[in-house]
Antibody, heavy 121, light 111 residues
């Protein structure tokens, strides 16, 4: 049973870079899956941030594209998110999630428990 | 403002049937991209409830069903139970935005 666990940086200063890691257990990050980040601002809905395949192919939300970098570390079986130039609007619960590819039909089938990140000085 | 539109709230009595709608456009649901539904209990991560329009992952009871037509989709819950009280989100892919999109979420209250 694949499980995902986000790291917990907690507090990030405005204009800084938010860095999160998602550890994959019970399976390999080199399996035929995409690995994604989704966030949820307090009291709000879900927002897809981006995703990566183990080969390094990436896709980002156009609204965040200039600030987002997602990477994979196969040796540690984990993937990471870096979000630069953060503001209070980036305060949210950040989830990592797995996508099992199905042409035009792929869904987020496994989620991490989520980690709260607050942007504040 | 979310790309997919859901009613903010729905309610129903125990045992009743409710439907949650999800309205998209010709570049997402209308383009044939699958609609997926997630349930989120308070303080927990979303959980996949329905995938690819009308398929249930293992362990999801058949009280939950999905359907879609044109640019809209819907989630039906029959035999409503108190533990169904949660937030429900639809999700698809939008070809014009080139990304995965969510509905704004619907809060289900069991009366």
């Amino acid at each position: 049973q694949v499980q995902l666990q986000e790291s917990s940086p907690g507090l990030v200063k405005p204009s800084g870079t938010l860095s999160l890691t998602c550890a994959v257990s019970g399976g390999s990050i080199t399996s035929n899956n995409w690995w994604s980040w989704v966030r949820q601002s307090p009291g709000k809905g879900l927002e897809w941030i981006g995703e990566i395949y183990h080969s390094g192919v990436r896709s980002y939300n156009p609204s965040l594209n200039s600030r987002v970098t997602i990477s994979v570390d196969k040796s540690k079986n984990q993937f990471s998110l870096a979000l630069s130039s953060v503001t209070a609007a980036d305060t949210a619960v950040y989830y990592c999630a797995r996508i099992t590819p199905q042409p035009r039909q792929d869904a987020f089938d496994i989620w991490g428990q989520g980690t709260m990140v607050t942007v504040s000085s | 403002q979310s790309v997919l539109t859901q009613p903010p709230s729905v309610s129903g009595a125990p045992g009743q049937r409710i439907i949650i709608s999800c309205t998209g456009s010709s570049s997402d649901i209308g383009a044939g991209y699958g609609v997926h539904w997630y349930r989120q209990l308070p303080g927990t991560a979303p959980k996949l409830l329905i995938y690819a329009n009308n398929n249930r992952p293992s362990g999801v009871p058949d009280r939950f069903s999905g359907s879609n037509s044109g640019t809209s989709a819907s989630l039906a819950i029959t035999g409503l139970q108190a533990e169904d009280e949660a937030d429900y989100y639809c999700q698809s892919y939008d070809s014009s935005l080139r990304g995965r999109v969510f509905g704004g979420g619907t809060k289900l209250t069991v009366l």
